[in-house]
């Protein structure tokens, strides 16, 4: 026999046999994914083993991997961590392929392994139901299964191991369950996900949700607006409204079951319910939200008109102790932020439960039905979305989500201020155009903006009529650009005088600082 041929096929057949192996783990990974995936959508529809380990990971991720993630990815963070851990999946599985191979049950030891993990971040998921452990049971159950069956249809290692021996497999038998196992669960997984995010009852809710009009709505300024091309408008339509958040599904809130408790040390635990919260009446008020992790330029902040009742309102109801000096407000997926307790009970301060936003009931990934927004606060220590609980405590008993990441328990938000256009990344002609941006310095408002050209004297620019101090203001000049290329800085100062802090910070542990300067080509 041609020996040399022999042994060329013998390699490659027990390479198959590797890779089957290898193959047999990923597909008993993906059908447990898959019939998990069925089984939340019947049983518990937050607890897709996927989605609770992405959010354990974003939990527990350091904060240089986060800043990555967001800094990298923006608003597609998200995917991101999803992609990662699709791979991280897919390798693992195939290691457990290979050791089922090698050593059985070794397979089966790390499946069930996974899925013990797996299963603890569902149970421990905030909001977990009883049978929150259910998919994980199911899903893990028919990945064993599978695993077996294809495994079964592999090569046994001989104990003295031919080659012959061990490359010679039903690879008919063996190809055709693989394939028909992954086919069933690409379409069982892919389609009860896609069930499960586009039947979630919540959205018809939301659609069929009436507010009662409010007692009073804001009067916007003649000249509160500018018309420049590329300038941010006053309003952040909601789908433009930045979004930062640890949930990795948003979450669904029935307001028919939603209920707001007051506790912690108060005179009397009280728990309110939607209606009785709509009951109290709404205001219309207008606050710039602005989030910790915007870079000096960033886009993390935005603008939006809330129906909402007074934090201090609600908490009255529940008569704090006069030695409480933070509200520990906890959503739904068990987010917490920390405020101090007189930024929500002072009158002369628009801290609210905002039902709605921009004319609508809150969409649902901007916390739906009920968030808290503070003005002057960074979000991460005052905008709960998804609320659900008030604590009243202090900063010395309690802690909050973000805190033990790396970020001030305490964090009002810095004045500050940006240019919208011209952007670094569009060239101008040469000619007349506009330089404008915004500037913001909720609750003390914004008295001047200041731009410098090419390292030049700083000039007063024009500002908008600002609606209140809660809210950012827009600000433009008319500039002679001249071909070539320009560096435009901005700095604003606030009513008190305070001139934005020129040393740059990065935005951990209480948010960036920083005058932006962008350069601009012409020609
Ligand atoms: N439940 C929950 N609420 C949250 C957060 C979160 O992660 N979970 N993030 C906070 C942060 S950091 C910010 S800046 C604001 C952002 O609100 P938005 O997504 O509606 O813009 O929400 C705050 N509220
Ligand atoms: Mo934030």
């Known amino acids: 026999m041609p020996s040399k041929h022999q042994t060329g096929t013998t390699r490659s057949g027990r390479r198959l046999v590797w890779f089957a192996a290898a193959l047999s783990g990923i597909v008993a990974a993906a059908v447990f994914l898959a019939i998990a995936e069925l089984a939340a959508l019947l049983f518990a529809r937050g607890s897709s083993p996927l989605l609770t380990v992405g959010s354990f990971v974003i939990d527990i991720v350091p904060r240089w991997a986060k800043e990555f993630a967001i800094e990298t990815f923006g608003g597609n963070d998200k995917i991101f961590l999803l992609v990662s851990l699709g791979v991280a999946v897919v390798v693992a599985a195939a290691i457990a392929g290979v050791l089922q191979q090698i050593r059985p049950p070794l397979g089966v030891v790390v499946l069930i392994a996974a899925g013990v993990f797996a299963g603890a971040t569902t149970v421990t998921r905030a909001g977990a139901t009883p049978l929150a452990v259910v998919p994980v049971i199911l899903g893990l159950a028919a990945g064993v299964v599978i695993l077996i069956l294809l495994s079964r249809r592999l090569p046994k290692r001989a104990a003295n191991g031919s080659d012959d021996e061990r490359a010679a497999f039903d690879r008919r038998g063996f190809f055709r369950v693989a394939g028909i196992a992954a086919a069933g669960a690409v379409v069982v997984g892919v389609g009860a996900r896609l069930v499960n995010v586009t039947t979630s009852s919540i959205t018809a809710v939301r659609d069929a949700l009436k507010l009662p009009a409010p007692k009073s709505t804001v009067t916007i300024p003649d000249g509160a607006e500018a018309d420049v091309d590329g300038l941010s408008p006053l309003f952040t339509p909601n789908d433009k409204f930045y979004r930062v958040d640890t949930a990795l599904t948003v979450p ?93 009970t002072d009158p002369n301060l628009d801290a609210i439960l905002a039902v709605a936003m921009n004319g609508e009931p809150l969409p649902l990934e901007h916390g739906f039905p009920v968030r808290m927004v503070v003005p002057g606060l960074y979000g991460y220590v005052s ?88 809210t950012w203001v827009q600000w433009w000049m008319d500039w002679e650009a001249t071909a070539g290329t320009h560096y435009v800085a901005v700095r604003a100062t606030d009513k008190a005088g305070n001139l934005q802090i020129e040393e740059q910070a990065p935005i951990a542990p209480n948010g960036s600082s920083g005058w932006q300067r962008t350069l601009v080509r012409v020609g």
């Open 252 to 344: 669904t809130v029935d307001p028919a079951t939603w209920t707001l408790t007051i506790d912690g040390m108060v005179g009397e635990q009280v728990q309110i319910t939607f209606e009785e919260l709509l009951a109290m009446g709404l205001d219309e008020y207008v606050i710039t939200m602005t989030c910790v992790s915007n870079e000096v330029g960033g886009n993390l902040l935005g603008n939006a008109k809330w129906l909402g009742i007074p934090v201090r309102d609600v908490l009255k109801r529940a008569m704090p102790d006069s030695k409480a000096d933070m509200v520990l407000s906890t959503s739904v997926d068990g987010f917490t932020a920390s405020t101090p307790i007189e930024s929500l």
């Open 383 to 470: 905008a709960t979305k998804w609320l659900t609980k008030l604590t009243v405590t202090t900063f010395d008993k309690d802690e909050a989500y973000w805190t033990p990441r790396g970020y001030d328990a305490k964090a009002p938000i810095k004045l500050s201020s940006r240019i919208d256009t011209p952007r670094i990344d569009k060239q101008l002609p040469a000619g007349p155009a506009k330089i404008a941006g915004v500037a913001w310095a909720q609750t003390v408002g914004i008295a001047k903006v200041e731009v410098s050209i090419d390292n030049g004297d700083w000039q007063s620019v024009n500002l908008t009529t600002a609606i209140n101090d809660d």
